[in-house]
């Protein structure tokens, strides 16, 4: 299984971006698809994401300015971050917990990361 992001870059304060994230390979069930997020010298941490009945759960920082979604149909998620803040700086993992197959253990999948630099 392989997640592969795409979608960062540099912008300005109060600016917008939209961070993809597709899953391939041998996947039965994804459960959980989320964004984390971590910043030079800090730990990494939950942005946002979403369960199989589009439970969704963020961030208190992040909360009314970014928004997650997902395609089951693709295996993807999404992530439309507004407003951006210096504060956002980060770079962006996506993660999934994924099945691979009808019986059987859950396993946790990352992805590459992607550079998101908000700065004037």
């Known amino acids: 299984v392989q997640l592969v992001e795409s979608g960062g870059g540099l912008v300005q304060p109060g600016g917008s971006l939209r961070l993809s994230c597709a899953a391939s390979?041998?996947?039965?069930?994804?459960?959980?698809m989320g964004w984390y997020r971590q910043a030079p010298g800090k730990q990494r941490e939950l942005v946002a994401d979403?369960?199989?009945?589009?439970?969704?759960n963020y961030a208190d920082s992040v909360k009314g300015r970014f928004t997650i979604s997902r395609d089951n149909a693709k295996n993807s998620v999404d992530l439309q971050m507004n407003n951006l803040k210096p504060e956002d700086t980060a770079v962006y993992y996506c993660k999934a917990i994924i099945s691979t197959a009808i019986v059987g253990p859950q396993y946790q999948y990352w992805g590459q990361g992607t550079q998101v630099t908000v700065s004037s």
């Open positions: 390979g041998s996947i039965f069930s994804i459960y959980v």
């Open positions: 979403i369960r199989s009945g589009s439970n969704t």
